[in-house]
Nanobody, 124 residues
Framework: VQLQASGGGLVQAGGSLRLSCAASGGSFRRYSVGWFRQAPGKEREFVAALRASGGSTYYADSVKGRFTISRDNAKSTAYLQMNNLGPEDTAVYYC??????????????????WGQGTLVTVSS
């Protein structure tokens, strides 16, 4: 499956953005999806994940209550709604997908497929 992330941009602190991750080439509904981010000079970190089976969602503590992960299987697209953004959310955001990822790997980034990243910049 191929993933295309989009929706990044420049936003002021307190603002919102919605990232999209469009998938092609596979049966999207069978894939668990994750969002990760990498800030300049920092390691990639887990943001959110949505399990294909059962639809359970998982969030990093730093975004819990502000970000929402969702999906529209009919459009083969996953989303990351980001509210109340702060400068600390500035990063390149990546979406990832995997058909058979186990629960314990969903936060660690062990996904088979990755999108190219979309830059989110939050000004203070």
């Amino acid at each position: 499956v191929q993933l295309q992330a989009s929706g990044g941009g420049l936003v002021q602190a307190g603002g919102s953005l919605r990232l999209s991750c469009a998938a092609s080439g596979g049966s999207f509904r069978r894939y668990s999806v994750g969002w990760f981010r990498q800030a300049p000079g920092k390691e990639r970190e887990f943001v959110a994940a949505l399990r294909a089976s059962g639809g359970s969602t998982y969030y990093a503590d730093s975004v819990k209550g502000r970000f929402t992960i969702s999906r529209d299987n009919a459009k083969s697209t996953a989303y990351l709604q980001m509210n109340n953004l702060g400068p600390e959310d500035t990063a390149v955001y990546y979406c990832a997908a995997d058909q058979s990822i186990i629960l314990s790997d969903m936060r660690t980034g062990n996904y088979d497929y990755w999108g190219q990243g979309t830059l989110v910049t939050v000004s203070s």
